[in-house]
């Protein structure tokens, strides 16, 4: 039995090192981002970005009017980046279709959306990967938020 015993205990090893990697890899990117500051931080530092941003501003009048207004939305919009990022939030507002029907987003407004995320994602120094997955996740959003018409009805 002696003789088994470094065998057995490499063989303990590289099951443990496999478990711990294989751990980190199921992460959640919510986890990998850092968990709800993070996600509190991405969402409320990209709603000053968009009141601060010439190009898509006009369309936020009711989420600039007050400081109550922009604090709803950044709650509402970090919820939902929550939830997409596979956290623990649940988001239970319209979806992105009915959350932008009739307010005739643009795809030139949705890309400068994007670039103030991006930008937002930089400051918060958030790694390639992860930086490259929110965009992948967010940019898949855009044909239910860039819709072709105010009155345009999906089922
Ligand atoms: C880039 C991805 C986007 C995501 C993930 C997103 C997400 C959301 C969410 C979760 C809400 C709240 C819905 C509710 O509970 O009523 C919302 C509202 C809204 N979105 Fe977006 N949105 C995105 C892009 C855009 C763009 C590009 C525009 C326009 C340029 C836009 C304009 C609005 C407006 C005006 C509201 C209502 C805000 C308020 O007055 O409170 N969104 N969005």
């Known amino acids: ?56 501003n006009k369309w936020f009048t009711h989420a600039a009017a007050s400081n109550e207004n922009t604090n709803a939305y950044k709650g509402k919009l970090a919820t939902f980046l929550c939830a997409s990022f596979g956290g623990p939030c649940k988001y239970t507002g319209p979806d992105m279709i009915a959350a932008h029907r009739g307010r005739g987003v643009t795809s030139e407004a949705f890309n400068a959306v994007a670039q103030d995320l991006v930008a937002q994602l930089e400051q918060l120094k958030v790694p390639e990967k992860e930086k490259n997955q929110v965009m992948a996740i967010v940019g898949s959003l855009k044909p239910y938020i860039v819709q072709s018409g105010p009155s345009e009805k999906r089922n």
């Open 1 to 56: 039995m002696r003789r088994w015993l470094p065998a057995v205990l490499a063989a303990f090893l590289l099951i443990g090192g496999l478990t711990a990697r294989g751990a980190d890899a199921e992460k959640t990117l919510y986890e990998r981002l850092g968990g709800q500051p993070a996600i509190e931080a991405v969402a409320n530092g990209l709603v000053d970005r968009i009141l601060a941003d010439n190009r898509v």
